[in-house]
């Protein structure tokens, strides 16, 4: 059977829109791309700072993700994730721009960590910035009518300082600590949490540090990626 042509790079079936960022990015993040088991291609939406997308909710930034979808298909990708969570309130209009599927965002896991545990049990979402976090994003993955309960980082210096001020430097044990104590408080605060899910896509390398200290299921960006990939690529048996 003929091989089909057209593309000058082959193999990366998984294409990241990336914010325009410069704080270090771990393995486990999804901007690291020693995270992934299968190549991944990446394109950054220049200007796109986490201020702009997380902080400032920026609808003029929303053009330049849509062209960036655009040229990764244009490259061959089979499908599409993000660096950044909360640009789950784009995930219709990004799906709507190009003909391969769109995972925009870790909270399109929602709906599947609440099919999975109990009717009487919560999920959790742990997230860089609480209050920036609203109805209207939830909506775009269509998970707006889900009883959630919502802990932000805000309040944890490092996790801040980085992620969302874009210090240039990572003390990663701080960071680490600042997670897991942020679960801890979540499943206090709330003790019919049934599963997390992460949010941001720099939580990851800290999921199982997370996972460990509260003996629950845990869903992140990596999660999902690793699920986009498995859909798109198939192994044969």
């Known amino acids: 059977m003929p091989i089909q042509g057209g593309f000058a790079n082959y193999g990366q079936a998984v294409g990241i829109i990336m914010l325009d960022t410069v704080f270090p990015r771990i393995s486990g993040d999804v901007g690291n791309a ?3 088991a299968f190549p991944v291609r990446y394109k950054v939406v220049k200007g796109a700072s ?9 609808p003029t930034l929303l053009g330049p993700f849509l062209d960036a979808a655009r040229e990764l298909e244009g490259e061959g990708v089979k499908a599409l994730a993000t660096s950044c969570g909360f640009l789950a309130m784009y995930q219709r209009q990004l799906a709507g721009a190009v003909n391969i599927p769109v995972f925009s965002s870790s909270l399109l896991q929602v709906h599947l960590a609440k099919s999975v545990i109990s009717d009487r049990r919560q999920v959790g979402i742990i997230t860089a910035r609480a209050q920036s976090l609203t109805e209207q994003h939830l909506a775009g993955v269509d998970a707006h009518h889900i009883p959630v309960v919502i802990a932000g980082m805000e309040d944890a210096p490092e996790f801040t300082a980085v992620f969302l001020e874009g210090k240039a430097t990572i003390d990663v044990a701080k960071v680490e600590l600042e997670m897991v104590l942020a679960a801890r408080r979540l ?6 949490v049934g599963a997390i899910v992460l949010e941001c896509t720099n939580m990851p390398p800290f999921a199982k540090s997370v996972q460990d200290a509260v003996n629950l299921p845990v869903f992140d960006a990596i999660t999902l990626v690793n699920y986009a990939y498995s859909v798109v690529v198939h192994r044969k048996f």
């Open 50 to 58: 986490a201020q702009r997308v997380v902080k400032d909710c920026d």
């Open 187 to 192: 499943v206090e605060t709330y003790p019919s």
């Open 34 to 36: 020693t995270t992934f």
